[in-house]
C-alpha cells in the first residue's frame, strides 16, 4: 500500500479462478494512491459478476496502465471515483469462455484519457461518467454498445471527448456505437465533442437521451439508423 511505485508484469499474467467466492475482488487493486504505473500485465479470469474487475483503481489519481491486457472480468478495467490518470495501449479482449463480460472500461472521474486501445465483445465497451476525459485513437469491435457517456447523480457528464475512434458493431448483439445517456435524477449530459470517427454496423451510431449540446462533426456513419434523439425534457 504505497505511492509512487511500479508494477511490471514484464508479459506475466495475473489469474483469478472464475468464481464469486474469491475475497480478492480485483486481480490488481489500488485504493487512495496516487502515481501508481501498472505496465506489461495480463490480468483474467476474475469472475464476470459485479463487481469483480481486471485491474481496479478507487480514489487513485495521477497514475498510468500501460500496454496491459484484460479479459473475463466483469470490467476489465473500473476507475471509481478516480483522476487525472492514463490508460494506453489497453487490450480489453474477447472472453473466450462464452459469456460476455459487462465492462470493457469503465471510468467514473475527471480528466482521465483512453488512448490507442482495443476493446472487443462487450456488452458495454469503454463507459465515460465524469467530466473532462478523452477516448482517442481506439478501435471498438463487436459490442453490443460501443461508447457511452453518461451521468451521475453527483458529476455531470461534460466536455469529455470522443476523437479518432473506429466502432465497428458487426450488426449481430450491437445496439449503439456511442451513447449519450442522462438517466432519470441525474446530472447534465452536455458539452461533449464526437469528431473524426468511423462508426458502422450499429443498430444505431449515434443515440442520445436526454443529452443537450453537443457537438459531432466529421464523422462516418453506416448503420442501421445513424442517429437517434430521444430527448424527453424538450
Known amino acids: 500500500k504505497s505511492d509512487n511505485i511500479i508494477l511490471d508484469c514484464q508479459g506475466y499474467s495475473i489469474i483469478g479462478d472464475g468464481t464469486v467466492t474469491l475475497l480478492i475482488k480485483s486481480g490488481i487493486i489500488a485504493n487512495n494512491r496516487k502515481n501508481v504505473t501498472i505496465r506489461n500485465c495480463i490480468v483474467y479470469n476474475f469472475s464476470l459478476t459485479s463487481p469483480f474487475n481486471g485491474i481496479s483503481f478507487e480514489y487513485t489519481n495521477n497514475s498510468r496502465i500501460f500496454n496491459t491486457t484484460v479479459f473475463a472480468n466483469w470490467a476489465g478495467i473500473y476507475l471509481k471515483n478516480s483522476n487525472n490518470n492514463i490508460l494506453d495501449k489497453i487490450n480489453a479482449s474477447k472472453n473466450p469462455f462464452g459469456q460476455p463480460a459487462s465492462y470493457g472500461i469503465l471510468a467514473e472521474g475527471e480528466n482521465n484519457q483512453i488512448n490507442n486501445s482495443i476493446v472487443h465483445s462487450y456488452l458495454r465497451g469503454i463507459y465515460i461518467l465524469g467530466r473532462n476525459n478523452s477516448i482517442e485513437n481506439s478501435i471498438l469491435l463487436n459490442n453490443s454498445n460501443g461508447i457511452g457517456i453518461e451521468s451521475t447523480s453527483d458529476m455531470a457528464a461534460q466536455e469529455n ?59 462516418f456513419l453506416n448503420n442501421t439508423e445513424n442517429a437517434r434523439d430521444t430527448n424527453t425534457s424538450r
Open 161 to 219: 471527448l470522443i476523437d479518432n475512434v473506429i466502432i465497428n458493431g458487426f450488426l449481430r448483439a450491437s445496439i449503439a456505437g456511442v451513447r449519450f445517456t442522462r438517466f432519470q435524477g441525474k446530472k447534465e449530459v452536455s458539452l461533449n465533442i464526437l469528431r473524426n470517427s468511423r462508426i458502422f454496423a450499429n443498430q444505431f451510431g449515434i443515440f442520445m437521451q436526454d443529452a443537450n449540446n453537443n457537438s459531432v462533426y466529421n464523422n
